[in-house]
């Protein structure tokens, strides 16, 4: 069985990179949105409602549009940092994907607002559907990156979960009793 524990020593190569890239654009883009909501959580619950879900109650709406901008930013943050970057990315991924569902659903039902993504929402002349759906397709793709590829640059994930030497070994010594140890167990007869 193949270990798929990323090698803390391999220099990053330009997957690594890519996801490096893709926590910017992921992150900055959740701390952005919450940042344009988080100083009117009213204003927040008024996007929430423009979207007229039937199945969301009053309380329901107002509950929605007071932790979302809260939540966004402490996602974004996650991710930029780069801490828990796979399950971070996974839950970025998914909120894409209820965001992607919604403004599709207000497409779909006719109604003509503005996403309330990086503003207040609410009514609009000119809905931009497409443009956000297909926006948040490209979030949706680098949640999803790092939700497969969480081994990037400049990540906290790097210096938290960085494999730890047995007490008294360096990495360099540990790697010269670990080749000892194994010549002593192939013997003089036994091919290599």
Not at 174 to 191: N, R
Request: aromatic share 10%.
């Amino acid at each position: 069985m193949t270990d798929l524990t990323p090698d803390p020593h391999r220099p990053f190569g330009a997957k690594d990179w890519i996801g490096l890239l893709a926590r910017l654009v992921l992150g900055g883009a959740l701390v952005y949105a919450a940042s344009t909501k988080i100083t009117n959580l009213d204003g927040s619950v008024l996007s929430v409602r423009a979207y007229q879900f039937p199945f969301l109650s009053y309380s329901m709406e107002k509950t929605i549009g007071y932790a979302l901008p809260v939540f966004e930013m402490v996602l974004g943050v996650l991710i930029l940092v780069g801490l828990f970057t796979r399950i971070a990315g996974a839950v970025g991924l998914l909120t894409m994907l209820v965001f992607i569902a919604g403004i599709a659903s207000a497409w779909a039902r006719g109604l003509s607002i503005d996403c309330g993504c990086f503003s207040q929402g609410g009514q609009t002349d000119d809905p931009k559907y497409l443009t956000e759906i297909i926006r948040d397709t490209g979030f949706a793709l680098a949640g999803l990156w790092l939700a497969v590829r969480p081994r990037t640059p400049f990540s906290v994930d790097n210096w938290l979960f960085r494999p730890i030497p047995a007490p008294g070994f360096h990495d360099s010594e540990f790697d010269d009793h670990h080749d000892a140890d194994e010549d002593a167990l192939v013997g003089e007869d036994t091919p290599r």
